[in-house]
């Protein structure tokens, strides 16, 4: 079984554009979250959405935002970037069926704003 | 508000050697914790997590509400143990609130 898929594996950008990081689940999982790994800041919960509805969100700004589709793959998008955004953005599949679920997280996508 | 602490950034032990990894937290409800482990040019992966009261890899963890603990151990360190380990709260649907993580190295 194919583990969780993140595009763009490496990414550049500069201030003020914005960007779109896509994830894949395993197969049959339909819940994805994502989270932001900094080295200051650690990994922080962004958000996390189930049959392509926002069930859960953390402490990012109104810039951060994502979607999931009917077949629960999932994009993340943040707009007007700034230098603070530089970091490695994981997200994360588990089956969605409640309670407290293993997570099986991708290998990433390592932003660099300049 | 919900809290990770790891107060150790690096660990070094001796193969052999017994090892502790620590985590606190603080949360008023009720806690459901993990450990998250990443090896050397791996994912993110769950090493094992409180509700399953399970033994991986040799590692074992106790929650102690009193202390607001939950600390990973081994009584004997292997140097395939050397990585990254992350404690981690869970307080809603998949969303982990997670410690600065604690790097260990097994010295051979």
């Known amino acids: 079984k194919a583990g969780v898929t993140q595009t763009p594996r490496y990414l550049i950008k500069t201030r003020g554009q914005q960007v779109t990081l896509s994830c894949s689940p395993i197969?049959?999982?339909?819940?994805v979250s994502w989270y932001q790994q900094t080295p200051g800041q650690g990994l922080q919960f962004l958000f996390e959405?189930?049959?392509?509805?926002?069930?859960n969100k953390g402490n990012f700004p109104g810039r951060f935002s994502g979607r999931q589709f009917s077949n629960s793959r999932s994009e993340m998008n943040v707009s007007t970037l700034e230098l603070g955004d530089s970091a490695l953005y994981l997200c994360?599949?588990?089956?969605?069926?409640?309670?407290?679920?293993?997570?099986?997280f991708g290998s990433g996508t390592q932003l660099s704003v300049l | 508000a919900q809290r990770v602490t790891q107060p150790e950034k690096l660990l070094s032990v001796f193969k052999g050697a017994p090892v502790e990894l620590k985590c606190n937290y603080s949360?008023?409800?009720?806690?459901?914790l993990f450990w998250y482990v990443q090896y050397s040019r791996q994912r993110l992966q769950l090493l094992l997590r409180?509700?399953s009261r399970e033994s991986i890899k040799g590692f074992t963890a106790d929650l102690n509400k009193g202390e607001t603990s939950f600390h990973l151990k081994k009584p004997f360190a292997q140097e395939e143990d050397s990585a990254m380990y992350y404690c981690a709260l869970q307080t809603g649907a998949n969303n982990l609130f997670f410690g600065t993580g604690t790097r260990l190295t097994v010295i051979p």
């Open positions: 197969s049959g999982h339909r819940s």
């Open positions: 409180h509700i």
């Open positions: 959405y189930f049959s392509e509805t926002q069930r």
């Open positions: 949360y008023s409800g009720s806690p459901e």
């Open positions: 994360a599949s588990s089956l969605g069926t409640g309670g407290f679920e293993k997570l099986f």
